[in-house]
């Protein structure tokens, strides 16, 4: 089954402490991408890749960092979350950045206390 | 640069009624439009896109969406709502006349509630 996978689905942590919400794609997909979901704001763009070692900032990069060291997989990284990261994320990939579609992963819900 | 408005935070309608969720864009080229919806604790799923050609465009579960130029709109459309069709819906598009063009720029989302 062609999916977008996303562990873990919840996370409860304190403020600093490092952690790496994992994102994992089944269809050979070359765009992948973060989103962050707030109420009132929509989906916003974190990072997004073209492929493997191309990364780029979108709309709200501050205090993230991802990597792209393989195709199918493509992690977030914060280094040291801060409660205003509390939020809702998803991994979204398409095969081109342009006319097709994107499938999303289930989502992770953070939590930063 | 692009941008989506979704001007109903809420929609209310009766199972059976017709429903539309409004969308409307500004992009500085062509637009790739696309709808999504998403059920609780799940992701957004791909309902319909609009590329190109006709400008009624259908997509899953009986939803359809007609893209309009002259007022920058995409609206999407139900001729009979389910109660099962309860979610949020969110527009997106694509500016695929700038450099960002692999930018997807999401509304900030309807929620739908067809009530029985």
């Known amino acids: 089954e062609a999916q977008v996978t996303q562990n873990p689905r919840y996370l409860i942590t304190v403020t600093g402490k490092k952690l790496t919400v994992t994102c994992s794609q089944n269809?050979?997909?070359?765009?992948m991408s973060w989103y962050r979901q707030d109420p009132g704001l929509g989906l916003r763009q974190i990072y997004y890749?073209?492929?493997?070692?191309?990364?780029d900032k979108g709309d709200v990069p501050e205090g993230y960092k991802v990597s792209r060291k393989e195709k199918r997989n493509f992690p977030l990284i914060l280094e040291s979350p801060s409660p205003n990261q509390t939020s809702l994320y998803f991994c979204?990939?398409?095969?081109?950045?342009?006319?097709?579609?994107?499938?999303f992963g289930q989502g992770t819900r953070l939590t930063v206390v | 640069a692009q941008s989506v408005a979704q001007p109903e935070d809420q929609v209310n309608v009766a199972e059976g009624n017709p429903l539309t969720v409004k969308c409307t864009y500004s992009?500085?080229?062509?637009?790739?439009l696309f709808w999504y919806v998403q059920y609780p604790n799940r992701g957004l799923q791909f309902l319909l896109k609009?590329?190109?050609?006709?400008?009624l465009v259908k997509g899953s579960y009986g939803f359809e969406a007609e893209f309009n130029k002259s007022q920058t709109s995409f609206h999407l459309k139900k001729p009979s709502a389910l109660v099962s069709d309860s979610a949020l819906y969110f527009c997106?598009?694509?500016?695929?006349?700038?450099?960002?063009?692999?930018?997807?720029?999401f509304g900030t989302g309807t929620r739908l509630l067809v009530s029985p």
């Open positions: 979204a990939s398409s095969l081109s950045p342009g006319a097709t579609e994107a499938f």
């Open positions: 269809m050979n997909h070359e765009y």
């Open positions: 890749s073209m492929n493997v070692e191309v990364t």
């Open positions: 992009v500085s080229g062509n637009p790739y």
């Open positions: 609009y590329i190109t050609g006709d400008n």
């Open positions: 997106a598009v694509r500016d695929m006349e700038r450099l960002s063009f692999q930018k997807l720029v």
